[in-house]
């Protein structure tokens, strides 16, 4: 198949079969991303995936699960979207759920009967990254959303039928920023109630560059804004998982039920002494 260097999936499409259908990032302004920063945005013509998706149908006709690459392909058009779901149907006949990252932007440039069209297709779960819930941060980071429409686009989407992963970046606000993010992202994902919530943190790495000012969270400050924003959740029904390499610490669970256990274990791990206190501990291995 045609793959364009780089290509990024969730860790949870890790057995996915994946189709780019754009390459880069339609956005790319994000200060605190550098995943498409020297790759530019380009849909790729309709012939050109159809003749990956029959290649591949034929070689992996058993496929259940894909995932539709690069950044955010909720934002192609829905009529786009809407013949590359019919096509990967009629090819993939055990075809259970086509997942994609998106934005609220994107998500909301869709009415509601489009977005229940593109469920009974089998789009499934929309990566969305909310990373904050603060209004102030997100320009300041370039994000080029706001918190209450991705809030809106998140809500809408669910009672589509479909399920949004949100991501949040600890770390985001900074040392100055710290308790203003944790609390306000708390906020946004109350009124969000996401199935899927994952927590990683910030790691500045080449080719970013956070606005003036900005001064990065130690590894405790890191775990003690996670706990901030555990402690003001207020979710019905979500899985919670802070388990990327980024993470000081890797832990998961479901709330509301597991919501005292998380807090106990990240007192824990606070009292104990062994996070450090002056920079940001051990980074992930890709730094």
Do not use: W
């Amino acid at each position: 198949m045609n793959y364009r260097e780089p290509l990024f999936r969730p860790p949870a499409e890790a057995e996915s079969l994946i189709f780019q259908v754009a390459y880069g990032c339609p956005h790319n302004t994000c200060r605190f991303c550098a995943m498409y920063k020297y790759s530019r945005y380009e849909e790729r013509e309709y012939d050109e995936v159809l003749a990956d998706f029959k290649k591949a149908a034929k070689s992996y006709p058993e496929t259940q699960r894909i995932f539709l690459a690069d950044g955010d392909v909720m934002i192609l058009p829905f009529e786009k979207l809407q013949k590359y779901l019919m096509k990967l149907n009629d090819l993939f006949p055990r075809l259970t759920r086509v997942n994609v990252y998106a934005n609220g932007s994107s998500i909301l440039s869709k009415t509601k009967e489009q977005l229940c069209e593109l469920r009974q297709l089998k789009l499934h779960t929309l990566y969305l990254g909310l990373e904050t819930g603060d209004e102030e941060l997100l320009k300041l980071v370039n994000k080029g959303e706001t918190a209450e429409k991705m809030i809106d686009a998140v809500r809408i989407s669910q009672e589509c039928g479909l399920r949004c992963s949100v991501m949040v970046l600890l770390g985001l606000g900074g040392k100055k920023g710290s308790g203003k993010h944790a609390l306000e992202t708390a906020m946004a994902l109350n009124k969000m109630q996401p199935k899927l919530l994952s927590a990683l943190r910030y790691v500045e790495v080449p080719g970013t560059k956070m606005f003036s000012g900005y001064e990065t969270v130690s590894e405790y400050e890191a775990v003690c804004e996670l706990r901030k924003i555990i402690e003001n959740l207020e979710l019905e029904r979500t899985v919670f998982r802070a388990n990327h390499a980024s993470n000081p610490v890797p832990m998961e669970g479901r709330f509301p039920n597991d919501k005292a256990r998380i807090l106990a274990e990240l007192d824990y791990l606070i009292a104990r002494g062994g996070l450090d206190r002056n920079g940001p501990g051990q980074l992930p291995f890709f730094l």
